[in-house]
């Protein structure tokens, strides 16, 4: 007899759970850059790049997990329209989360820095030095963080209908696993 797996594995959750944060934490360090120019500026960026690239790492493994392993099933009672947006969205979250750090290396290859990591450690550039191209980047990047921040607060707000409203282990799939 085959089992359906009713939880997210234990890579995929800590995965998960991990990235979470990082990305709410870039949102909001993303914001503090720009609005800034203070001594706090530069340390900002010296957060945002390597947590930036740590993150596209991350995205990276996660969605290899996700391509293997898979995901639990939607509950049967779950409408349609309901399930197409799950997907949907998640769809959107992984494509958000991959383009938003090579984005931003893009846009910082364009307008010719470095992308230090740490210390004598840069990684090369991912696209010509270009300020026409800079330009559109940095809208692009400022543009998808908008849609990235709206995306993650449907993501909650889906995760705590499923959680406290249906009650139909959803939320639970990824919060706790399997008990």
């Known amino acids: 007899m085959t089992r359906t797996r009713t939880h997210f594995s234990p890579l995929a959750r800590f995965l998960h759970w991990t990235m979470a944060p990082l990305i709410v934490a870039m ?3 993303g914001v503090g850059m720009v609005a800034t120019v ?16 740590a993150l596209l790492l991350l995205v990276v493994i ?9 995901s639990p099933p939607l509950p049967r009672d779950m409408p349609a329209s309901q399930k197409m947006a799950a997907k949907g969205s998640h769809a ?26 740490w210390g004598p450690f840069h990684l090369p550039p991912i696209a010509p030095h270009n300020v026409e191209l800079f330009a559109v980047l940095r809208a692009l990047h400022t543009w998808l963080a908008f849609a990235l921040f709206g995306t993650v607060l449907l993501h909650l ?18 919060a706790r696993g399997g008990r």
Do not use: C, N
Not at 62 to 70: D, H, P, Q
Not at 160 to 172: E, P, Q, T, W, Y
């Open 27 to 29: 949102l909001f360090i």
């Open 92 to 117: 959107v979250l992984y494509a958000l989360m991959f383009a938003m750090p090579l984005i931003g290396w893009a846009m910082l290859s364009a307008a010719g820095y470095p992308l230090t990591l």
């Open 62 to 70: 996660r969605a290899s997990v996700r391509l293997r392993r898979g």
């Open 38 to 53: 203070s001594r706090a500026h530069d340390t900002l960026i010296a957060i945002h790049k390597p947590l930036g690239i």
């Open 157 to 174: 707000a889906a995760a705590l209908f499923h959680g406290l409203i249906r009650r139909d282990g959803v939320f639970s799939s990824m």
